[in-house]
């Protein structure tokens, strides 16, 4: 807690905060970032939020104004708070613009976070880095503002896929009935985030069925590469849920999702799994890593190469 009330102090005593977070920004990383600024301007502090492009429209319930960052300027702020965010790549273009700042603070609650600032309060334990903004936002006032109670809801909803996954806690649970008794509407936010669909994306949907491949009744393999998704004019962004709808099918072992490359000639694969195997193994064994029931990697063969492979790997894992 100590580097906690450090920060807090360096946030008080600043006339300006820059606020950053991780690229493709997420729930979490947006309520955050938000809520932040509700906080700091209700005490006021100068709040400005810099993101590298247009924020995702779902979550525009929580916009009260931010900047595109300029990768070749300078910060004028006091100082640069990073949320959410693990490491200066996860910056993205924004991570020389961070640097700028004469301080550089961190909260987050990635086990991976390479502290990469002059001070960092990372709690692993925590479902979302929402939860420490909550913390946080006692430090300032008893009267949380709206937009940050907004904010903070929908990070620690969004991260723990709405109090289904394990890292929900008896603390995540006791926020959410807070901020609840505090009087946030949380049902407007439930029904922007989880009960709205767009028409491209269901019909999507029913593509993607069509399209799932089964190995020895236990692996799945969706391809969905970009052109896949252009033709339903979608992005990745549109789709977070995609790696969980491929392996949560009845018999599953492990669900595969190949996706466009940054280059040409790679692809990236996402695998998701149900405890039985380690897919930080499998994941390593292909040049990528992660944790045991979601890991990654980039390859650079063709599919009908690489798929075999795996699907042999995976054989092989089951075996041991
Ligand atoms: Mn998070």
């Known amino acids: 807690m100590e580097n906690f009330y450090r920060i807090v102090e360096k946030l008080k005593n600043s006339k300006s905060v820059a606020i950053f977070t991780h690229l493709n920004p997420d729930g979490d990383a947006i309520g955050s970032v938000f809520a932040t600024k509700a906080i700091l301007e209700q005490y006021g ?38 949320l959410d965010c693990g490491a200066p790549a996860r910056l993205g273009t924004l991570a020389p613009l961070f640097k700028t700042a004469p301080l550089l603070l961190c909260i987050d609650h990635h086990r991976s976070n390479t502290s990469f600032c002059d001070i960092s309060y990372i709690v692993p334990e925590a479902a ?46 006791k926020i959410a009935a807070e901020l609840i008794e505090k009087g946030l509407d949380f049902r407007k936010i439930t029904s922007v985030i989880y009960d709205t669909t767009k028409l491209s994306k269901l019909k999507f949907m029913g593509a993607v069925a069509e399209r799932i491949k089964i190995y020895n009744d236990k692996i799945s393999v969706l391809d969905a590469r970009r052109e896949f998704l252009d033709e339903f004019n979608l992005s990745y962004e549109d789709l977070e849920e995609l790696p969980n709808i491929v392996s949560n099918i009845e018999g599953m072992l492990v669900g595969i999702l190949i996706k466009s490359g940054e280059t040409e000639d790679s692809l990236k694969l996402s695998f998701r799994g149900r405890d039985l195997l380690d897919l930080s193994l499998l994941a390593s064994h292909f040049g990528g890593g992660g944790h045991k029931n979601a890991a990654a990697c980039v390859v650079y063969e063709p599919i009908d190469v690489i798929i075999p492979k795996i699907v042999e790997k995976i054989n092989e894992m089951l075996k041991e």
């Open 45 to 82: 502090i100068e709040a400005n939020i810099y993101l590298e492009k247009t924020m995702p429209e779902k979550f525009s319930y929580l916009n009260t104004g931010y900047k595109i960052g300029n990768p070749d300027a300078a910060l004028d702020e006091d100082c640069a708070l990073a």
């Open 128 to 173: 979302a880095t929402c939860e420490l903004i909550y913390t946080l936002s006692k430090e300032f006032s008893k009267n949380i503002p709206y937009e940050a109670m907004q904010g903070i809801y929908t990070g620690i909803s969004t991260d723990t896929g709405h109090f289904k996954y394990s890292n929900t806690s008896e603390k995540t649970l």
